[in-house]
């Protein structure tokens, strides 16, 4: 099976520059995640798409962040204008729909950014 | 406030010794708990969860609601176990994952 699949993997950019992350998820997972993981710090959600609507982007920095997943499959984050504090590791990850006790959230490996 | 303390950011064994990643947690209802790992060079991976009450590699955990803890332990470590371990917690009724900051566990030979 497949697992989560994110490009680029690693990305050096100027601030105030645009950036895009790709993501594609299991296939079969309806649920999709981009979580923000900055150096020392825990993964932290950043938005959850079910299909192709969202259910929880309240710690999505609305002014400069933008997710879509169009078509309830493959999903692209951006960040426009991208600030030193973005720099981080943008891991998404998806799961099965039908969330039960034993449901699992797999990861991809991440898109490593760097704003210089 | 939902919130999940790993207060050990590294901690150092040597091979054959007990290991106990410590994990406490905040939340106000009934919260599903998990320990992911990050191997080196490798995707963060489901380790365990407190519901299954399995044991995986020889890891167990065990929630203590009273302490509101979800430690980590292994009785013997081995040299394979070296990784970031990441304790977090889910809510009732929503697929949010709230993660701790994390433990480097080093087994040295």
């Known amino acids: 099976e497949a697992g989560v699949a994110q490009s680029p993997r690693y990305k050096i950019i100027e601030k105030r520059q645009s950036v895009a992350f790709w993501c594609n998820p299991i296939s079969g997972h309806a649920t999709l995640y981009w979580y923000q993981q900055i150096l020392g710090q825990g993964p932290k959600l950043l938005i959850q798409?079910?299909?192709?609507?969202?259910?929880?982007d309240s710690q999505l920095p609305k002014d400069r962040f933008s997710a879509e997943r169009l078509k309830g499959v493959d999903s692209t984050l951006k960040i426009q204008p991208a600030k030193l504090e973005d720099s981080a590791v943008y891991l998404c990850?998806?799961?099965?729909?039908?969330?039960?006790?034993?449901?699992?959230?797999?990861f991809g490996e991440g898109s490593w950014l760097t704003v210089v | 406030a939902q919130r999940v303390t790993q207060p050990e950011k590294l901690l150092s064994v040597f091979k054959g010794a007990p290991v106990e990643l410590k994990c406490n947690y905040s939340y106000s209802g009934s919260p599903e708990l998990f320990w992911y790992v990050q191997y080196s060079r490798q995707r963060l991976q489901l380790l365990l969860r407190?519901?299954s009450r399995e044991s995986i590699k020889g890891f167990t955990a065990d929630l203590n609601k009273g302490e509101t803890s979800f430690h980590l332990k292994k009785p013997f470590a081995q040299e394979e176990d070296s990784a970031m371990y990441y304790c977090?917690?889910?809510?009732?009724?929503?697929?949010?994952?709230?993660f701790g900051t994390g433990t480097r566990l080093q087994v040295f030979p």
């Open positions: 798409f079910q299909n192709n609507g969202v259910v929880d």
């Open positions: 990850a998806s799961s099965l729909e039908i969330r039960d006790s034993f449901g699992t959230i797999y």
């Open positions: 977090a917690l889910e809510g009732a009724n929503t697929d949010k994952l709230i």
């Open positions: 407190h519901i």
